[in-house]
Structure formats: C-alpha cells, structure tokens
C-alpha cells in the first residue's frame, strides 16, 4: 500500500481512503467497503483517530483534511529518518575509528554462504541514492535477474542504473521481452562478448563482487578504496567498449521487420529464432529472401543495405 512508509497498515490505508472519497461514514459502512467484521474496523478506526487521521462524532467518522493529516504523518517521519541517517553516519565513524590495526580489514568484506551474498546483494542496492553499475553474465550464481526485486525499488525511487550484459544472455529464448520491461522503466543497457567478472557498484561507495570456489558461493564487499576506484574505472571502459542494448522489433506482426531488427542488432540464425518462437530454417529462408530483395551475395552486404534503409526511414 502506498502510505505504508507512514507507518499506516493496509487496513488503516483502506478505511482512510474510503472516508476521503465517501465523507461522513459509519463504522459499518467502513467494515462493508474494506471487508472487515464491524470489530476488526471499529479498531482501525480508533487507530486512526488516535493518528489524528479521522475525526469522531456521534458515533460516525470523517477523514481528516489529507494536506494537514497525512503531511504531518510526512514531516514526522522525516524528521525520524533525519535523526537516523545522523546517527547512521556518527556509528560508521565510531566504527572506522574502532578497529584500530584491523581499519584496512574492513574495506574489504569476504562474505560466504549463497544467503549471505543474497542479503548483501540485496543491502547493496536499497543503500544507492544515485547511480548503480553493474556486470552481468550470461549465468547468475546466486540470484536471477527476475527474483532482483531491489532492482525495481530503486528504480522506482529515482535510482540510475548502467548494466553491461554478456551478449549471450540476450540470445536466451523470452529475454527480449524481459529486457525491453527494463529498458522501459528506464535503465540504460550495454551488451559486450564477455565480462571478466559479475559486480555490482552503488553510487561510489561500494560494490558487490560475487565469486564462486570449489563449489562454494560467495562475494566480496569492497568499500571506497583504491580497489573501488578501480573495479569503477574497469566498468567505465567496458561500457565505453559495449554497444547499447536495442529491443524494440518493429511494429505490426511483419515476421521479416522482427528479423531485420535482430539482423541488425548482430544476432545469429539460432538466436533469432529463439527470440521469435520460429525454426531456424524459416530465419534462414526469410534472410535468403532479403538477400535476393537486396541483391546482396552475402550477410555483409546485407547488412550494409538493412542499414542504410533504416537511416532512410
């Protein structure tokens, strides 16, 4: 529910909602709309009421004007995350001071244990503001790109993210579509050959490098260091190197406009027919067609003519 963060439960969020668009109300009627027994809503109401959210009167209630009510609810729980966040920043320091002789052991963090690294993975990207970079390869070791629901969150809170994939892993049958969601809520996507390593970077205070040995999964935690400078220039020249990562396949059902999109975009006979759902005989019948239309002798020039008439368009 969306007044969560305000510390409303889904319950309280419904009956509020329901007094703010339907006025004046009794209980039983609040209890009818959010599916409540008339208890369970008597209870929420109170609960509101003592929130300061719901007026009572003559055994009804009435929604509290929502740019006062829920504006305090906002500025409270601001001013809560403000006192936080300092406090936050006064036990890192407490805690880079503390460590004495081990202060460079805890730039580097080795975390073991597929959960551990979930969880990490997980606390790396709730705690950027800005900016996330990170490598994907073609295999994920410990969480897949649909379970990464840390993802979403930040994009929806204004975070940017820059992810240079394996070229591989956009030939899997459907990722396509999965990438083109993910284009379309605003990431910015590169595709190289190969990436040397799986890493994840928030703003520029710390990254997440997954590894895996003798059969046991980890990561390590790397925070701002040299190494950090480091692994952020060695994501800055790969996706300088990389290629942006195209998704739309034309519009219509026009088999052969889907096969010159992917033509274009350097994918094979077998990769196109996994992402349309046809046989590879029928990618290689439509391409020799093309051919023919283009009076190309081969896919170089036919890519030469597929790509002159898109700048034409």
């Given at each position: 529910m969306d007044l969560a963060a305000l510390g409303l439960s889904a319950d309280e969020e419904r009956a509020y909602r329901f007094l703010v668009t339907h006025g004046r109300s009794h209980c039983a009627e609040v209890a009818a709309d959010i599916g409540l027994d008339p208890r369970e809503a008597t209870t929420v109401l109170v609960s509101l009421h003592e929130a300061g959210?719901?007026?009572?009167?003559?055994?009804?209630?009435?929604?509290?004007?929502?740019?006062?009510?829920?504006?305090?609810l906002l500025v409270r729980r601001r001013d809560e995350l403000g006192r936080a966040e300092a406090v936050l920043a006064e036990l890192a320091a407490a805690f880079q001071s503390g460590q004495g002789q081990d202060s460079l052991r805890t730039l580097v963090e080795v975390v073991v244990g597929a959960e551990e690294v979930r969880r990490r993975f997980t606390q790396v990207q709730y705690a950027a503001t800005r900016r996330v970079r990170a490598f994907v390869k073609a295999e994920h070791t410990v969480v897949a790109a649909e379970e990464n629901?840390?993802?979403?969150?930040?994009?929806?809170?204004?975070?940017v993210y820059e992810v240079v994939l394996e070229r591989s892993l956009l030939e899997q049958p459907g990722m396509l579509e999965r990438v083109g969601a993910t284009v379309d809520a605003g990431e910015r996507l590169r595709a190289t050959e190969s990436l040397p390593l799986r890493m994840l970077i928030a703003d520029d205070d710390v990254a997440l490098v997954p590894l895996a040995a003798d059969g046991e999964l980890g990561a390590v935690v790397v925070r701002r260091s040299g190494l950090l400078e480091a692994l952020t220039a060695l994501f800055e020249q790969t996706w300088e190197r990389s290629s942006d990562v195209r998704v739309q396949l034309g519009e219509g059902d026009d088999l052969d406009e889907r096969i010159v999109t992917l033509l274009l975009q350097g994918y094979g006979d077998?990769?196109?027919?996994?992402?349309?759902?046809?046989?590879?005989?029928?990618?290689?019948?439509?391409?020799?067609?093309?051919?023919?239309?283009a009076g190309a002798s081969s896919r170089i020039q036919l890519g030469y003519w597929l790509g002159r008439r898109g700048e034409d368009r």
């Open positions: 959210l719901v007026s009572a009167e003559d055994g009804a209630y009435r929604a509290a004007p929502p740019e006062l009510a829920l504006r305090g629901t840390a993802e979403s969150d930040a994009v929806k809170r204004g975070v077998t990769s196109i027919s996994n992402q349309l759902a046809i046989s590879p005989r029928t990618v290689q019948r439509r391409v020799r067609v093309l051919m023919d239309r």
